[in-house]
Each structure stands twice: as C-alpha cells, then as structure tokens.
C-alpha cells in the first residue's frame, strides 16, 4: 500500500521539472524580448536624435546659402517648401522676410527622413560707409559732463524740425575701438559701442541704446593729401570767394566777421587754418562738394562757423593730418585742433591721428572719426543719417542680430 | 626833472617785464590748458641743448631709436635733472638752432624725459623738483609736470601730495578739475599703484581724504590699471560712499572681475540690494557689471528685466544675459527662459550622473562628461569647482582637458587650482594652465610665477 502510494507520488510529480525549464524559458524570452524592445525603442530615439542633427545642420547649410546670397547682393533662393534644396542626403529651404527697417528674417528649415528642424536667423544690412555713428575715436572716447549725442535727418528737414523732447532722432551713435566712458548729465540718444574687449562706463549719464562691446575693431584709412597749385597764404579780411578748383594754400586766416566761401566740387589743401571770433566759411555746394584737408594746426575762434549753404554735411569733409604726438615733417611742434566755445560745423571731419579735445559749446551736425575724443561741458554732437546713404560706396554687409530654433511646423 | 629818472623807469620797466614774463606765461595756463605754442625764452643751459636735441629727434625717430634716446638724456648725467624738469615743467622743448621751430612738449617726448628721471637717483630728482616748485609755487603748469614726474620717481607717500597738485578749475564752486589735470593725476596714480607696493592700501586711505571731484579722478586711475585688485576698491568705494556709488559701479566693467569669486560674488549681492531704490540710468550702469561678474545665477533676474519699462535696463538685460550665455537670443523673454530652463534641468538631472562619471576609471567616460561640463554657462563656479578635482587624475590627457574646460567656463573660481598646475609635471599641462590664466582674467601675464600669485592676489 505504502509503496504503490509513493509510486503513486512520483508517478504524480514527474513534469513538474519540465514545466519549470518551460516557465524558465518563457520568462527568459519575455526578459529578452523586452531587452530587444528596450534596444530597439534606445535606437529610435538615437535615430531621432541623428536626424534631428541632421535636419539641424540642413538647416545651418541653408542660413549659410542665404547669408552669402544677401552678402552677394542677389535675391536669397535656397529652395521653397514645394520644391526643397536636395543637399548631404536630406533636404531645406529658406525663406526671407523683411523684419523692419533694413532687417531680414531668414528661416531656414531641414528635413531628414521626415525629421524636421526650423532655424532663424535676423540679420540687419549695413552700409559699407565709415560715417555711421556720431562719434568714433580709435584709442577711446571720453563724454564727461553735459554732452549731447542725437541724430536727425537732413534730407527730411531742419535738425529743429525734427526735434521732440529735447532730442531729435535716437542714432546718434558713439563708438570706439576702446573704452568709451560718459560723464554726469551726457546723454546719448543712441548704442555706445566699445572695442572688442573693451567696456562703456556711465556715470549720471544715459545711453539709449545698446553697450555691447563690437566683435572687429574699426580700420582708420590713412589720409592722402593730393598736390595742387599752391596759392601761398589767404588772409580773408574782405569776404572772398574760392572758384570751383582744387587748390593748395600754405595758411588761410578768415578775419572777424568776414566769410570765404568755397565753391565746390573742389578739393583744398590748407597747412594752417585760423578762424577768428565770428568768421565764416560756407561752401557753395550747388554744383558739388568740398573736401578741405588740413595739414597742422586748426584754430577756430568762438562763434567761427563752417557750413554748406544746403547744410548738408555730407557736402564737406575735412580731413586734419594733425596728430598732436609727432610729426617727422612737420617743424612746428604740436599741431592743434583747438575749437572755441559756440562754432558749429556742419559736415563730417576725419581726423585719424588727432587727440580731439573740446571743453566749449561746440556743436557739430553730421560726424567725427579721430584718434582721440574728449567732451566736456555743453558739447553737441547731430549725426545727419542721411550721411548712411549719401557716403555709402554702394556694397552692404550684414550683421547677425539673432540666432534662434523656432518649432518646426509640418 | 623827469629826463633823469627815465633811464630808471626805463630798467625797472624792462625788469618788471623780465621777472613777470614767467607769470604772464603762466597765467596763460590758468586753466591748466596745454601751453600755448610760443618760443623758449626762458634760460637754456648746455643741458637744456643736449636734452631739447634727443627730444627734438624723437619727432624724426622710429620706436626702435627709443632706447637710443633714452640713452643720450640719461648719458647727461645728474646735474642735468634741474634742465630734465624744468623742460618738463615748463611743457616746451627749447630751440637749439634758429631754425628750430617752437615746441610744444609731446606726449612721446614727456614718456621719454619721464624714462630718464626714472633712471636717475630718485632723491636727487625730488630735491630739484623741490627746488624748482619753490621758486615758481603758483605756476599751475608747472604743477601738472611735477605730477607727471612724481608719478615716475615717487612713492607711495606722495599720494596724497600727488592730489594737492593738481590744479583746480578757476571760479568753479565744485572746485572740478580740468581736463589736464585729470589726466596728469590719472596717469601719475595708476603709475603708483603699478610700480609700489602698499600703494592699493594708501589710495583706500588717500580716498577717504581727499575731495569728490579728485576721489572720481583716483578711481578713474584704479580702473584703468585693470588689477584685478581693482573690484575690491571700487566695490569699498561703492559701500562706504554714497556719492561715489555710482562712479565707482561705473567703472566695474572697466576693471573687470577679482579673480576671487568671493568678492565677486559679495559685489553682485550689493549690486541686488542697489536694485530695488536705483533709478533707471543707475540701475543700468549696475547691470553692466553683471554681466560680466556672474557665473548665472542673475539669468532668472535679468529675463525678467527684459520686460522693464526703460529701454536702457531692457538693453543692459539682454546684454548681460548674451554675455553670460554665449547666445545671441533676441530680446524676446520666451526663448531666454527655455534655454534657463535647459540649464537648470541639465543641473539638476543630468549633472549629478556627469559627475560620478569622473570617478570613472574609463578615460573616454571621464573626457565625455568633462565635454559636457564645458557646454554649459550657469552655475559655472559651482561646475568649476567639480572639474577642478580632475586637475590630480594620473592621466595628462585629462588634466589637460579639465583645465581647457575650466578656461571654457572662465569661472575665477578655478585660479587658484590654476596656479598649481603651472608646476605640472607634464609641460604641455603647465602651459595649459599658464594660457587659462591669461583666458579667465582677460590679463596679458607674466611667465615668472611669483610675479604671477602677485597679480593674481594669490602670493
């Protein structure tokens, strides 16, 4: 009994082994699977994730398509929605839109195996012109009390026509290949941009526009000073006229209350240039305008006045090669720029070499490039916008405002 | 009765118009403007030719005929200091030939007569320079050259001195200083605080002293040395004068960081509690330097300051966060937040697994989070100082790339742990360490490592 009871048993728990070997293997393969299901849906995604830098570099390819269109002068055409750029195995297209005045909105977007990414990127366009801000000096920039920096435009009008709440239009930039630093009560209604590396420093003074250090430095062009017929000295102590020809004088001296009138086009080369209290010099512009270079010294007494008829400064420059530190040529020491309380210039002076320093009301209406600037007391400064387009030499660059991935849209 | 007399009306006229001539001159510099272009006509010696002949040649000299000239100034020995001042005081270079043309004294010409009185015995050039402003104590010209000179061969000392020179604008109730006398006091002071040791302390002391307008022209010499001792000044300044708070916040972005994340850190807390009361162009100049001190933990702050009402402190924002983030977002608030909100999920959720992985005995592993670190702009104190462990890995490789990322993070938190890489025993690592440096604190730094602690405040 007992016996065929145990036979009984082990006949009953023979399989049991088997089914634990089947358990075992079914839940290995359930562990496998799902390790699989985990390795594959690990893959996608990595494939998603390649993709997606793929449709990301497509896109970079396309921006860079249409930057070098823009900067070629040519329409930007780097494929439509409908009929996308075939480029590295994936596709894009770039659309252009205007953002504003003189910005672009490029969007660009990439496809790789239907993984989509769009990017923008919003440049501005730039004239290639060296007159764009109000103020730029190589070395720094120094606005120490109660300076004024606006801009206005004189095709549109009067610098007064165009004022409101004390200030005329806000483009009056100022800008430096090193540190620019404003003093209590300037205002500039404008960017104030320092050199690369380089900061603004603003003390009880505004800036309305933006601080941002540039990424390049600014290049000084040197001064070429051209060889005329000289005409020895000219001291104006009766008003007098210059005819429209480039001349080469060694001094001219405009006496009190007396005007020369220059008329243009002409070039004029002038060693010395003294100005005395309340003297004249206007360009007749009508027919063209006037470049005076200046060799020395510039003396200009208070209340001496140069200007064009049409006051539009971009009918005169003036060069000054004074460089207030050395001169091998020159025997006369220091060469001076000094400006008295009360002139006004309209036009823009390029003095590359000249530590610029004016502690008066003087107030100029167009732009100044040296070497040095430093403002104090009551100085103005009216950038004439009008001068981005009137000494532009016809090519445009463009400059990055913005980068930024914006969500693709099927 | 009166033909007599006129001989003697006649001297006394000449030697009124001889003694007051000096004065008259100086009066023209009542303002302390540059001298006036005029002949020499005061005594010129044998020394005065020999000087006024190098300096002369320095209008005609390349750079390189510099220490030539230099040479030739210094070859005339020490009796010829009186001649070396009195030129340099005077602002003019006196003919030595008709054919010379007056000179007014450039600003090359001042640098190498003041090289010149540097290699003289300095005592010798102070009991001249003594000397000479005795004789003539109201010569306001004279004083700005005198300034320019003991900023060469003076001493800490002379500081405080340095500011009574300086000649004040006449009628002017702020008793402001000119524009030259700004200048020459500027120069003088940054000289100092290059050259003598002690004198970052005696200008705390000296600007405690002295008046409004002359502690703005201090400070303006303080930043234009680019110390990284600098900040601390400014930021005791800011603390402890009111009226000097915004100059000094003013310059912050001139002189750039301590290099010690402390006080760079202590500086941007009192920059947080300035907030709130300053008004909108005073605000703006603090957010200048925040941009440029923090490590990111302003990004919450200044996203939001991109929606303030002033266009200044909208641009200053936006400023301070490109310059923090590497990016260049727009002004628009909502991408700015979704990258903050990429760094602070990448901080706290993926961070903490980086940072095992340096304990990974895999190189490839470790140099994989180290690159990761290096990708990222918040925080960046805190990331430095976790790769700064990496800096004793056994393998070069890795030093090497810890230290890269630590330049890439630019926090100052890692200078310290920079400068004992200098030594490493891979030179290709010390070198490494060396051009962090100069990357981090945005200074050109000298190879000689004692001299290096010292600008880096660490000696």
Not at chain 2, 3 to 22: I, N, S
Not at chain 2, 201 to 216: F, G, I, Q
Request: with cysteine; charged share 20%; aromatic share 6%.
């Amino acid at each position: 009994m007992l016996s065929a009871r145990k036979h009984l048993a082990s006949h009953s728990e023979r399989g049991s082994g088997l089914a634990m070997i089947i358990m075992s293997v079914a839940a290995m393969a359930a562990l496998a699977a799902a390790m699989v299901t985990v390795g594959m849906s690990s893959n996608r995604e990595q494939s998603a994730e390649l993709r997606k830098s793929q449709a990301s570099y497509l896109c970079q390819a396309g921006l860079s398509q249409a930057m070098y269109q823009l900067q070629s002068g040519v329409t930007v055409s780097a494929g439509t929605q409908q009929e996308p750029v075939t480029w590295g195995g994936g596709r894009f297209w770039v659309t252009a839109t205007p953002g504003g005045t003189d910005i672009t909105v490029l969007n660009a977007t990439g496809l790789d195996n239907n993984v989509g990414v769009s990017q923008q990127l919003v440049v501005r366009s730039v004239p290639t012109n060296m007159w764009t801000r109000a103020l730029f000096g190589k070395d720094s920039v120094s606005l120490d009390s109660s300076v004024m920096v606006d801009s206005y435009n004189s095709s549109l009008g009067t610098y007064a026509s165009q004022v409101s709440g004390g200030h005329a239009l806000s483009n009056g930039a100022v800008g430096s290949n090193g540190n620019i630093s404003a003093g209590s009560g300037t205002k500039v209604y404008g960017n104030a941009t320092p050199g690369p590396g380089h900061s603004v420093s603003l003390h009880e003074a505004t800036v309305s526009g933006s601080t941002a250090a540039a990424t390049s430095q600014v290049t000084f062009p040197p001064i070429n000073v051209p060889t005329y017929t000289s005409y020895g000295a000219l001291t104006v102590s009766t008003n007098k006229t210059i005819p429209a020809e480039n001349r080469t004088y060694t001094n001219i001296k405009v006496n009190e209350n007396k005007t020369l009138t220059i008329t243009g086009p002409a070039d004029i080369v002038i060693s010395n240039l003294t100005m005395v209290s309340n003297s004249y010099i206007v360009i007749n512009d009508t027919n063209g305008p006037v470049t005076l270079t200046i060799i020395d010294n510039v003396k200009l007494d208070s209340n001496s006045n140069i200007w064009p008829i049409s006051k539009d400064p971009s009918k005169l420059r003036i060069n000054m090669l004074s460089d207030n530190v050395a001169d091998p040529e020159v025997v006369v020491a220091l060469d001076t720029v000094s400006i008295s309380s009360n002139s006004t210039i309209y036009g823009v002076i390029y003095a590359p070499e000249a530590r610029i320093f004016l502690d008066s009301a003087f107030v100029l209406y167009g732009a100044i490039m040296a070497r040095n600037l430093s403002f104090d007391s009551n100085c103005k400064f009216h950038f004439d916008e009008h001068l981005l387009s009137a000494m532009a030499s016809g090519a445009t660059t463009y400059e990055t405002l913005a980068w930024l991935e914006v969500p693709y849209v099927h | 009765m009166t033909l007599p007399k006129l001989p003697l009306v006649r001297a006394a006229a000449f030697a009124a118009v001889l003694f007051a001539a000096p004065l008259l001159r100086a009066q023209d510099a009542d303002d302390a403007a540059p001298p006036r272009l005029a002949p020499w006509s005061w005594e010129t010696t044998p020394s005065h030719l020999r000087i006024a002949t190098a300096l002369r040649d320095v209008r005609r000299a390349s750079a390189a005929d510099g220490p030539l000239l230099l040479k030739r100034i210094v070859e005339s020995g020490r009796d010829a200091i009186p001649a070396q001042l009195d030129i340099l005081l005077r602002g003019r270079v006196p003919e030595t030939s008709p054919k010379d043309g007056p000179q007014v004294l450039s600003e090359a010409q001042r640098g190498l007569l003041l090289s010149a009185l540097a290699q003289m015995p300095s005592k010798a050039v102070r009991k001249a320079l003594e000397a000479r402003l005795a004789a003539t104590p109201d010569d306001r010209a004279a004083h700005l050259g005198a300034i320019y000179a003991l900023g060469t061969i003076g001493t800490v000392a002379d500081m405080q001195q340095l500011v009574e020179l300086a000649p004040r604008k006449l009628n002017d109730e702020k008793h402001s200083l000119p524009f030259a006398s700004r200048a020459a006091l500027r120069t003088a002071i940054a000289q100092l605080l290059q050259r003598e040791r002690g004198a970052w302390t005696a200008l705390s002391d000296t600007l405690r002293k002295v008046d409004l307008p002359s502690c703005e022209v201090l400070l303006d010499s303080v930043a234009s040395t680019r110390d990284p001792r600098a900040l601390g000044v400014l930021f005791d300044t800011a603390r402890s004068n009111g009226r000097l708070a915004w100059k000094a916040a003013s310059l912050v972005p001139a002189c750039g960081s301590s290099l010690n994340a402390e006080t760079d850190r202590a500086y941007l807390e009192w920059v947080r509690s300035e907030l709130p009361t300053a008004e909108p162009s005073y605000a703006r100049t603090l957010l200048m330097g925040v941009g440029l001190l923090d490590d990111g933990e302003w990004a919450p702050t200044l996203i939001e300051k991109l929606e303030d009402p002033d266009s200044g402190i909208r641009e200053e924002s936006l400023s301070a966060l490109r310059r923090i983030s590497g990016l260049q977002l727009p002004a628009d608030p909502a991408p700015w937040r979704g990258w903050y909100q990429s760094e602070e999920h990448w901080n706290k959720v993926e961070r903490p697994h980086l940072r095992d992985e340096f304990a990974c005995a895999e190189t490839p592993r470790v140099l994989s989070a180290l690159r990761a670190y290096a990708e990222h702009r918040t925080h960046r104190s805190e990331l430095a100082s976790e790769v700064v462990g990496l800096l004793e890995h056994g393998k070069p490789e890795v030093r090497g790339m810890a230290i890269n990322v630590l330049e890439r993070l630019g926090s100052p938190a890692a200078c310290g742990a920079l400068l004992g890489m200098l030594s490493d025993s891979d030179g290709a690592v010390g070198e490494a360490a060396w051009h962090a440096l100069n990357t981090i604190s945005g200074l050109e730094l000298p190879r000689d490592q004692d001299r290096l602690r010292e600008i880096l405040g660490r000696s």
